[in-house]
């Protein structure tokens, strides 16, 4: 298993740019939550999916961000326009229902956007 | 009720010591108590869990102290390396619900 997989792994932007961020969760995993992390605020949760629809976007910070699952294998955050205080990593981590040893978040290694 | 504190916010250990990394919660309906252990550039890895009817679970040199009554939970690393150096955060999540709650984290530097 080649666990959640990212891309890219650094982006670099300018304000007011388009960015649109990958995630391709574990198969069978049937939750996916889009997290941000920075200095200082830490891991904050943005959304997350359960079997591909939404389940609670309240992280979201403004209209300017967005989320999809098409589908099982795949999803997408989106952030348009980018402004500097967006810079964090933001990660993908997946997760399964299906027995106790699942009850873990697999992470992927993260996008590190830069917005200059 | 949501929250999660963690403490210490950055902790510093000789090689061999104990570090004591602590988490404290009000939400009685937590039931799920996980920690993940965070290297640089890399994403958060679930390293041990406990569930609360239990006071103790012990995986490798990884230790979890559960306290109920105090609503308190920690993570102690026998024999510590420096390649234990990382991020640790301690999280919980309530029974059905597959949210984390996270705590702040714990930056831990092992000095050789």
């Known amino acids: 298993d080649a666990g959640v997989i990212q891309s890219p792994r650094h982006e670099v932007t300018e304000m007011g740019q388009e960015v649109t961020l990958r995630c391709k969760p574990i198969?069978?995993?049937?939750?996916l939550f889009w997290y941000r992390q920075t200095m200082m605020r830490g891991l904050e949760l943005l959304i997350y999916?359960?079997?591909?629809?939404?389940?609670?976007d309240s992280g979201m910070p403004e209209d300017r961000f967005s989320a999809k699952m098409p589908n099982a294998s795949f999803s997408t955050l989106k952030i348009q326009p980018s402004e500097p205080r967006d810079s964090a990593v933001y990660f993908c981590?997946?997760?399964?229902?299906?027995?106790?040893?699942?009850?873990?978040?697999?992470f992927g290694s993260g996008t590190r956007l830069t917005v200059v | 009720q949501q929250q999660v504190k963690q403490s210490p916010q950055s902790l510093i250990v000789q090689k061999g010591g104990i570090p004591i990394i602590n988490c404290a919660y009000e939400?009685?309906?937590?039931?799920?108590f996980p920690w993940y252990q965070q290297f640089p550039g890399k994403g958060p890895a679930l390293l041990i869990a406990?569930?609360?009817d239990v006071s103790e679970k012990k995986e490798g040199r990884f230790t979890i102290s559960f306290n109920k009554s105090a609503k308190q939970f920690s993570l102690h690393i026998m024999d510590s390396q420096p390649g234990d150096s990382a991020t640790y955060f301690c999280?919980?999540?309530?029974?059905?619900?597959?949210?984390?709650?996270w705590g702040a984290g714990t930056k831990l530097i092992i000095k050789p």
């Open positions: 981590a997946s997760r399964g229902t299906g027995r106790p040893k699942s009850y873990g978040y697999t």
């Open positions: 198969s069978g995993h049937d939750y």
């Open positions: 999916f359960n079997n591909n629809v939404p389940i609670d």
């Open positions: 939400n009685t309906a937590f039931d799920y």
């Open positions: 406990i569930r609360p």
């Open positions: 999280a919980a999540s309530e029974r059905g619900n597959y949210q984390l709650i």
